[in-house]
């Protein structure tokens, strides 16, 4: 049963920073494409970005495209987001989830995700 956990959230000034973990509790998860997602109040849930099974590739929504990084660590089944020059815009509940797909942007292809974790960002 793959389960995932994140950490990380807080609350920060605009300029900040944050570094988002997700615990994969399972075996297997460097077979697994990861992501991250958000969803801020009354939005749908947006991509935000993506890492392959090696951590070769990367993706990155263009609303984040140079202020985040995504990074695992296969060894210690973990996935990272490090969220520099933190805007208000940011602010929403973040979410990990894994797929044995090809690596996507859309959630639905998503077949696993955590609880969430809560950032926000003021002014």
């Known amino acids: 049963q793959v389960q995932l956990v994140e950490s990380g959230g807080g609350l920060v000034q605009a300029g900040g920073s944050l570094r988002l973990s997700c615990v994969f509790s399972?075996?297997?998860?460097?077979?697994?494409?990861m992501g991250w997602f958000r969803q801020a109040p009354g939005t749908v849930r947006e991509y935000v970005a993506a890492?392959?099974?090696?951590?070769?590739?990367?993706y990155y929504a263009d609303s984040v495209e140079g202020r985040f990084t995504i990074s695992r660590d296969n060894a210690k089944s973990t996935m990272y987001l490090q969220m520099n020059s933190l805007k208000p815009e940011d602010t929403a509940v973040y979410y990990c989830?894994?797929?044995?797909?090809?690596?996507?942007?859309?959630?639905?292809?998503?077949?696993?995700w955590g609880q969430g974790t809560r950032v926000t960002v003021s002014s």
């Open positions: 890492i392959t099974w090696s951590g070769a590739t990367t």
């Open positions: 989830a894994a797929t044995g797909s090809p690596l996507s942007t859309a959630a639905t292809l998503y077949a696993y």
């Open positions: 399972a075996r297997y998860f460097s077979t697994y494409v």
